[in-house]
């Protein structure tokens, strides 16, 4: 399980490099994504679609050539297989089929973003993407908002200004960090309460890019 950069192609390690270059086919969430890393690597390999929508078609590709002796490395498109992305089953159906599942740690929005927001905790949740349907996103934000940990969502730039309303409706002083673009050209991190960053993304004309959003826990006592 090979992490990939999430946007600047010098984050990938050493290991994941040599790893890349040495096993026997490279299975991707998308092919055409992983190839333009690879091309970047100089590295030439067999690559085999695992795409999201049939993860079980894939894991069953992915266990038939491990079956036939060869060595699998799989990426999710960007960041940290499983963390948000597919990969999951595939590790699942490796294991039970009798194969070691190694992870080959590196880049996640995740990680990114809470070494670069300075917001203290305890502890972290990560949440992914919320739903799209207006009540149940707001209702567990609120959930996750009565918390003593802070916790991580990803969201689409589209619904962004919506995810943050919810948050500042809820407690418009709660501070948050918006990380959006991490590690590409116009790379940004927004970090205020949640009204002031709110505001700020409203503004806009439109915003853009890959956005993870950090919130802090409640206070207690």
Do not use: W
Not at 92 to 106: D, F, K, L, N, S
């Amino acid at each position: 399980m090979v992490a990939t950069p999430i946007g600047n192609l010098e984050d990938i390690t050493l290991r994941a490099v040599r790893i890349l270059g040495e096993v026997d086919v490279i299975a991707c969430e998308d092919t055409r994504h992983t190839l333009k890393l690879l091309n970047h690597l100089g590295i030439k390999k067999q690559l085999v679609a695992c795409y999201a929508y049939e993860e079980e078609k894939g894991s069953s590709r992915i266990v038939g050539l491990l079956e036939q002796g060869k060595d699998v490395a799989y990426c999710s498109d960007a960041g940290t297989p499983g963390l948000s992305d597919p990969g999951v089953l595939a590790a699942v159906r490796a294991r039970e089929a009798g194969h070691e599942v190694v992870p080959v740690p590196g880049p996640s929005a995740f990680a990114a973003l809470v070494s670069a927001a300075g917001l203290f905790y305890k502890a972290v949740t990560f949440d992914g993407f919320p739903s799209p349907k207006p009540g149940r996103r707001r209702s567990r934000a609120a959930e996750l908002m009565s918390r003593e940990e802070a916790f991580v969502m990803y969201e689409s730039p589209h619904r962004i200004v919506k995810l943050l309303g919810d948050i500042a409706d809820i407690d418009p002083v709660r501070r948050i960090c918006v990380g959006r673009e991490m590690t590409k050209l116009h790379e940004e991190f927004l970090c205020g309460t949640a009204t002031e960053v709110r505001d700020s993304l409203a503004a806009r004309d439109s915003v853009k890019g890959e956005i993870a959003l950090l919130v802090s826990g409640a206070k207690k006592g």
